[in-house]
């Protein structure tokens, strides 16, 4: 079974750039979660979906980002305009379902986005 | 609020030495759920265990045991016999209800041979 796919795996930009990222989760997985993830912090939670839908975007910077989930599968995070705080890794992640079972959340492998 | 609490930012042991990593949770749901994930220098995040709150018991995995303490508001992961790849950053996390999960700042453990 294919993982959770990121691209790209590494971002340089200079401040006030626009910047996307690219998740494609676990085929099925009706969950997909974008976190952020400074160096040497724990990951943090910037916008979760429920198929198309946004259940919880609260910790999302409103102001620059901005995420989509495609017809309920791929789904993108855009920055406008970056800043020297944005860089970090930008985690992808999927599960099964809502109403599933599963609770196990599977990370892509990240892409790294340095500010300058 | 939820909380994540790992008081430890880096452990160094020597091989086959028995190591905990402590974690320490705050919520005030009954009904949650507990995770361990490793991450190693790739980057990825690999999941290790997940626990219900209404689960209590402990678990063994081959060298990885996890011991889960309500009355503590812990649960906290042994590695018996380290080996060097087992160096990592270690997370334990949170999670209420089918939300996101909640991190703490992770634990760097160092396995030198």
């Known amino acids: 079974e294919a993982g959770v796919a990121q691209s790209p795996r590494y971002k340089i930009i200079e401040k006030r750039q626009s910047v996307a990222f690219w998740c494609n989760p676990i085929s099925g997985h009706a969950t997909l979660y974008w976190y952020q993830q400074i160096l040497g912090q724990g990951p943090k939670l910037l916008i979760q979906?429920?198929?198309?839908?946004?259940?919880?975007d609260s910790q999302l910077p409103k102001d620059r980002f901005s995420a989509e989930r495609l017809k309920g599968v791929d789904s993108t995070l855009k920055i406008q305009p970056a800043k020297l705080e944005d860089s970090a890794v930008y985690l992808c992640a999927s599960s099964l379902d809502w109403a599933g079972v599963s609770y196990e959340q599977y990370f892509g492998p990240g892409t790294r986005l340095t500010v300058t | 609020a939820q909380k994540v609490t790992q008081a430890q930012t880096e452990i160094s042991v020597v091989e086959k030495e028995d190591v905990t990593l402590d974690c320490v949770y705050e919520?005030?749901?009954?009904?949650?759920?507990l995770f361990w994930y490793k991450q190693p220098p790739s980057g990825e995040l690999v999941f290790l265990i997940r626990?219900?709150?209404?689960?209590?018991q402990n678990e063994i995995s081959g060298r990885y045991s996890w011991n889960f303490q309500k009355s503590t508001s812990s649960f906290n992961f042994t590695i018996t016999a380290s080996q060097v790849v087992d160096s990592a950053v270690y997370f334990c996390?949170?999670?209420?209800?089918?939300?996101?999960?909640?991190f703490g700042s992770g634990t760097r453990l160092q396995v030198q041979p």
């Open positions: 919520t005030r749901d009954t009904t949650y759920y």
């Open positions: 979906f429920q198929n198309n839908g946004v259940v919880d």
């Open positions: 996390a949170l999670m209420r209800g089918r939300r996101a999960l909640t």
């Open positions: 626990r219900n709150s209404f689960d209590e």
